[in-house]
């Protein structure tokens, strides 16, 4: 029974690991263990990642598009206001009615709008400094933010407008002037009435690098209005000669 005993501890010291002396105050460091992410160790979690970030993550989407806004205002706005100017011209040519859809007509609309944004991005910027700079309130502030931008922007994109889409129709500089002389009587009143409580929600509660696209989503359905004006000015204007 000795001889048994001292056979087996002799067996268990050969094949058990040394023990390791360590100084007194010490800890034992736990053995380092490699993390893996779920997506590294299964490709069906790998795609229910994707799944998520583009079905159930949107707000990921909305973060990167907002993202761009800020580090490219110019380049995200111009993307934005064109894609809107495409679909507003469309509903309008559909609502026409025209037998045939009118690709110049959406191109014309299309680049206007696209220029359109850019110089706009630079106004609301400008506009926003300038304000903050001269005027005390944030009322006041709202205030004269709308009333220079209904007064000074809206007039002026209006006539450059028509004048655009009169020299992409191939009539001369004189006719376009004339164009945006006799329309904006009708346009600013109409314009006035829907966009200065559209301004007023604007300046007061939109953040400033979104400001931008939220007047395109708006000018989505003032983009068939204007699609119809110049569409009845270029009608009466082929009626007269």
């Keep these: 029974m000795i001889f ?16 390791t002396r360590r100084d007194p105050g010490t800890t034992a460091k736990p053995p380092t263990v490699e993390r893996r992410e779920p997506t590294e160790l299964c490709p069906a979690a790998t795609q229910l990642e994707r799944t998520r970030r583009w079905r159930g993550g949107g707000e990921n989407l909305w973060q990167s598009y907002s ?4 580090t ?17 011209d469309f509903v309008m040519q559909a609502a026409e009615k025209n037998p045939a859809y ?103 509660a939109v953040p400033p690098h979104l400001r931008v696209v939220w007047v395109n989503s708006l000018a989505l359905c003032w983009n068939v209005v204007m699609s119809g004006f110049n569409q009845a000015a270029r009608l009466e204007g082929s009626s007269s000669i």
């Design 67 to 70: 993202r761009t806004l800020e």
């Design 102 to 204: 009118d690709h110049l007509r959406a191109l014309r609309f299309v680049g206007f709008r696209i220029c359109v944004v850019r110089c706009y991005t630079v106004w609301v910027r400008e506009l926003e400094n300038w304000v903050n700079q001269h005027v005390d309130g944030d009322r006041r502030r709202l205030l004269t933010k709308t009333f220079l931008d209904l007064a000074i922007w809206l007039p002026a994109k209006d006539f450059v407008y028509f004048v655009w889409m009169a020299l992409l129709e191939g009539l001369g500089l004189t006719e376009g002037i004339q164009r945006s002389l006799t329309m904006l009587p009708r346009t600013c009143p109409v314009s006035w009435l829907v966009w200065a409580p559209a301004q007023l929600l604007t300046f007061g």
């Design 4 to 19: 048994k005993l001292l056979v087996g501890a002799a067996a268990a010291r050969q094949f058990s690991p040394p023990l």
């Design 72 to 88: 490219k205002p110019v380049i995200g706005n111009m993307v934005t206001g064109g894609l809107l100017a495409f679909t507003g």
